[in-house]
């Protein structure tokens, strides 16, 4: 066992060192997250089988028991979240994403417990509960994997120092820089004198349909109002209109500006973004790591689901082949037994 746990911490440095940007560093550190907990439950006493090989009846509790009381938890946890996000931004759909996931979760609570303790002898309402609980497991697998290793990436330091700070457009209220904007835009220039004042900085953001100006222009004039940047200091990005645009276009920019001589950039953007962004920039040939400015507590939940989804859509044709692995086993089982 100590050799599986040495290969998988191996693997994981090596993805890591070499390349931070990558998918499946993510599923790496899920599956050694796994083989941890493994051992954990393995060798936990209350777990440990007795000399008939059969867990202890306190051991069968908490299995049993465990899987439910965490849902109601979450579910609760998540309705919190969203009657919050309702009060303090408004009545819209997006906000209500992490009520209608806690919705599921208890619902999947409410099943397990209808088909476990309610002793159901039918063995399709089980493979109907098996097929439901592997889909849910792989994705709150993944969901678990995703938010440790963005956790990990935000907090690893920058070890080089960047010719050109690329700050990540969010949306504009008219023409004005909102709280989660001005604190991407902060946090680029605490970089650039962090710096010594050297980068440069790319505004990145074009116009929105309800936006008076473009999000470069106003992020522009946020910065050399409010932190007093010389002019020249600022260039704008202002045709893009989402993070796959503001990278490619950013590095026309960066290409031109640096006149064939080699360079280094990082971007910054929010806590919550900064790994889907990371993978944004590599895709875009960019050298560039990410920096991540704060974020209102209360609004990280609900944002970084939106941003998982995000990343399930990124790699959707592999998520969608697993789901149907997941179909076909579950269809061969239920084929057995009607």
């Known amino acids: 066992m100590i050799q599986s746990l040495v290969v998988l ?28 907990l493994r ?4 060798y936990y006493p209350v777990l440990i089988p007795n000399e008939q090989g059969i867990i202890s009846e306190m051991g069968i509790v908490i299995l049993l028991g465990s899987f439910p009381s965490v849902m109601f938890v979450l579910s609760i946890a998540m309705f919190f979240n969203s ?6 931004e408004g009545r819209k759909f997006r906000n209500l994403l992490l009520a209608i996931i806690g919705l599921c979760f208890f619902i999947m609570m409410i099943w397990y417990v209808f088909i476990i303790f309610n002793h159901i002898e039918n063995e399709v309402w089980h493979i109907l509960f098996f097929y439901a609980f592997l889909i849910f497991g792989y994705t709150m697998f993944l969901y678990t994997s995703v938010m440790a290793y963005a956790t990990v990436y935000h907090f690893t330091p920058i070890t080089y120092e960047p010719n050109y700070i690329i700050a990540l457009g969010s949306g ?36 929105g349909n309800d936006e008076k100006v473009s999000e470069a222009c106003a992020m522009k004039k946020y910065i050399v109002d409010v932190h007093q940047l010389p002019d020249q200091k600022v260039l704008m990005e202002d045709k893009s209109t989402n993070t796959a645009q503001n990278m490619a276009f950013s590095k026309v920019i960066m290409d031109k500006h640096a006149q064939g001589r080699k360079y280094r950039s990082l ?16 895709r875009a040939k960019i050298d560039a790591e990410g920096v991540g400015s704060k974020t209102a507590f209360y609004y990280i939940p609900n944002a970084f689901t939106r941003e998982f989804i995000g990343l ?4 959707k044709w592999v ?3 697993v ?16």
Not at 16 to 31: A, M, P, Q, S
Not at 312 to 315: G, K, P, Q, S, W
Request: glycine content about 6%; charged content about 20%; overall charge positive.
């Open 319 to 321: 998520h969608v082949t």
């Open 9 to 36: 911490i191996a693997l994981f440095l090596i993805l890591y060192l070499t390349e931070k940007r990558r998918f499946i560093n993510v599923v790496v550190l899920g599956l050694l997250g796994l083989f941890v």
């Open 172 to 207: 504009l209220i008219g023409d004005k820089v909102p709280p989660l904007l001005a604190s991407r835009l902060d946090e680029a220039v605490k970089q650039y004198k962090k710096y010594g004042e050297r980068p440069v900085i790319i505004v990145s953001g074009g116009q």
């Open 323 to 338: 789901f149907l692995f997941i179909t076909l086993f579950v269809g061969i089982i239920l084929r057995a037994y009607v």
């Open 83 to 88: 009657k919050v996000l309702l009060e303090k």
């Open 267 to 282: 971007f910054v953007t929010n806590n919550f973004h900064v790994f889907r962004a990371s993978i944004y920039a590599k």
């Open 39 to 42: 051992e954990i439950i393995v």
């Open 312 to 315: 399930l859509e990124m790699y």
